[in-house]
C-alpha cells in the first residue's frame, strides 16, 4: 500500500512511537488523526506536519478509555473524512507494582486504556472499513503479551489480550480486504517509564530500548503485512519462541530473576 493520500488514525499520538508514527506516515504523504488527552503537545506535532509534509492533520483530544469519547472522537472524524485507511492502536501506559501492592482502579485503568480502547476504537472504525472492503488494523502490543513477568501483571494481561483479540479478529477479516498486524516491541526509549511506579527500578532491569523511529518503521511495514505479528526487533522472537516452546525450563528461569529484583526492592522500600 502507498500511503499517499491515505488517512491514518493513530491513538495515543501525543508521544513516543505515535508521535513518531504520524511524522512517518504523514512524510509519505498520509492525512493524520491525531488522538491522545494531551491537545498542546498533538497540536505542535501537527503544525509540525503541516509544515514538513503539507499533508492534513486532524487533532481530537480523546481518552480512549472511555468508550462515550471514542464514539464521538469517531463522529468527528467522520465529519471532516469519508473514510479511515489505517487504524493504528498505540495509547497505553504501564504501572509498575505487584498484584498485591497496586490497587484494583490500577489495574483497571491499564486494562482499559490498553485492551478496551483498542477495542473500541476497533469497533468504531471497522464497520466502515468493511463497507469499503479495505483497510488495516495496526495493534501496537508488546513482548510482554507473550511473557508474563512479575511486577507487570495487569499490563501484561492487557497485551496478551491485545494479542488474543487480534488473532481473532485477524482470523474473521481474512478475505474481506481488511488486515490486522500486531506490532510486539521490546523496550523502547519514549515516555512510558516516565510513569512515578518506575522511579525505583534500577535502569538494569530495563534492557536499552529501541528508537521510536525503529518501531514506527515496523509499524508502516505492518499496515502494509499480511502477517498476523512483527515482534520488534526480529531476533527477539527467537527468545519468545523458545520460552513458549519450552515453558517448563524457561518460565521459573524468568520467575526467579524477575523475583529477585522485586524482592530486592521491596527490602529497599521496607528500610525506607
Ligand atoms: N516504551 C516501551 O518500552 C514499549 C514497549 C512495548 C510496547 N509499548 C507500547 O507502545 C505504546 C506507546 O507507548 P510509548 O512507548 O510511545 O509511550 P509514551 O511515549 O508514554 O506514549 C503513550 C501515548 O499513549 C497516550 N495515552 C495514554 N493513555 C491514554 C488514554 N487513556 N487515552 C488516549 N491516549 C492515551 C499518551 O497520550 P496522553 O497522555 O496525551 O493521553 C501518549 O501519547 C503503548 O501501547 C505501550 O504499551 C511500549
Redesign the pocket.
Known amino acids: 500500500m502507498r500511503f499517499k493520500n491515505k488517512i491514518v488514525v493513530v491513538?495515543?499520538?501525543?508521544?513516543?512511537?505515535?508521535e513518531q508514527t504520524c511524522l512517518d506516515f504523514a512524510k509519505r504523504g498520509a492525512d493524520i488523526v491525531l488522538?491522545?488527552?494531551?491537545t498542546s503537545?498533538m497540536e505542535a506535532i501537527s503544525k509540525k506536519i503541516r509544515e514538513n509534509y503539507q499533508t492534513h492533520t486532524l487533532v481530537i483530544q480523546?481518552?480512549?478509555?472511555k468508550k462515550v469519547q471514542v464514539l464521538s472522537m469517531s463522529k468527528k472524524v467522520f465529519d471532516e473524512f469519508d473514510h479511515v485507511d489505517i487504524l493504528v492502536n498505540?495509547?497505553?501506559?504501564?504501572i509498575f507494582g505487584s498484584v498485591k501492592d497496586l490497587s484494583i482502579e490500577e489495574m483497571e485503568e491499564q486494562i482499559k486504556?490498553?485492551l478496551f480502547?483498542a477495542i473500541y476504537c476497533t469497533k468504531a472504525f471497522l464497520p466502515s472499513m468493511l463497507t469499503r472492503k479495505r483497510g488495516h488494523i495496526v495493534n501496537?502490543a508488546?513482548?510482554?503479551g507473550s511473557i508474563g513477568v512479575p511486577g507487570f501483571a495487569s499490563y501484561c494481561a492487557s497485551k496478551f489480550g491485545m494479542v488474543g483479540f487480534s488473532q481473532s479478529l485477524y482470523h474473521e477479516l481474512k478475505g474481506t480486504g481488511i488486515g490486522v498486524t500486531v506490532v510486539s516491541?521490546?523496550?523502547?526509549k519514549?515516555?512510558?517509564f516516565n510513569h512515578p511506579s518506575f522511579q525505583k527500578i534500577k535502569l538494569n532491569y530495563i534492557p536499552p530500548?529501541l528508537s521510536?523511529t525503529h518501531v514506527s518503521n515496523a509499524v508502516l511495514r505492518a499496515a502494509n503485512s499480511k502477517r498476523l505479528e512483527m515482534i520488534v526487533p526480529f531476533y527477539v522472537r527467537g527468545a519468545v519462541w523458545l520460552i513458549q516452546t519450552l515453558p517448563y525450563l524457561l518460565n521459573p528461569i524468568i520467575g526467579i530473576v524477575f523475583r529477585k529484583h522485586m524482592n530486592n526492592l521491596e527490602k529497599t522500600d521496607n528500610q525506607v
Open positions: 491513538t495515543g499520538a501525543s508521544s513516543g512511537i505515535g488522538l491522545a488527552r494531551s503537545r480523546c481518552d480512549v478509555s498505540n495509547a497505553g501506559f504501564a486504556t490498553n480502547g501496537i508488546s513482548v510482554a516491541p521490546i523496550t523502547v519514549t515516555n512510558f530500548g521510536a
